[in-house]
């Protein structure tokens, strides 16, 4: 294994469109999947009110893991760690959730007219403000 550079690492995350966010619940790990918008060094997501959103509120450092993996002696990893915000002014929220649109073209039409409003009342923008990038690959 060998690590990547800083470039190979962003060039990375901002390629996956896909990644586990890591957040601790009560205490433990907790590892749910996400859509996402790298930008800006910070990686840019929505979600309704649930038990991720309640973890990251209570304990705002988290970090996201993304891959690509060929085969099993051939995959490159980042990990990128940072602070979760709530992204809650209108025009912030509705251009994140255009930023979501784009890059994911099929969401469902509830969702597309989510990002023309800003969101539905009870959904949750947020980022995570990244503050630290690591990378390392095989083969």
Known sequence: MKALKQDESRALLSACKLGRLGCIDNGEPYVVPISYVFEDESVYSHSLPGRKIEALRAHPRACLQVDEI??????????????????????????????????????????????????????????????????????
Request: charged letters at 30%.
């Open 70 to 139: 060929e085969h099993d002696f051939n995959w490159r990893s980042v990990i990128a760690y940072g602070n979760f915000e709530e992204i809650r002014t209108p025009s912030e929220r509705r251009s994140i959730l255009s930023k979501l649109l784009a890059r994911f073209p099929l969401l469902t039409p509830v969702e597309s007219v989510m990002a023309q409003d800003a969101g539905a009342p009870d959904s949750i923008v947020f980022r995570i403000r990244i503050d630290r990038i690591t990378g390392v690959e095989e083969g």
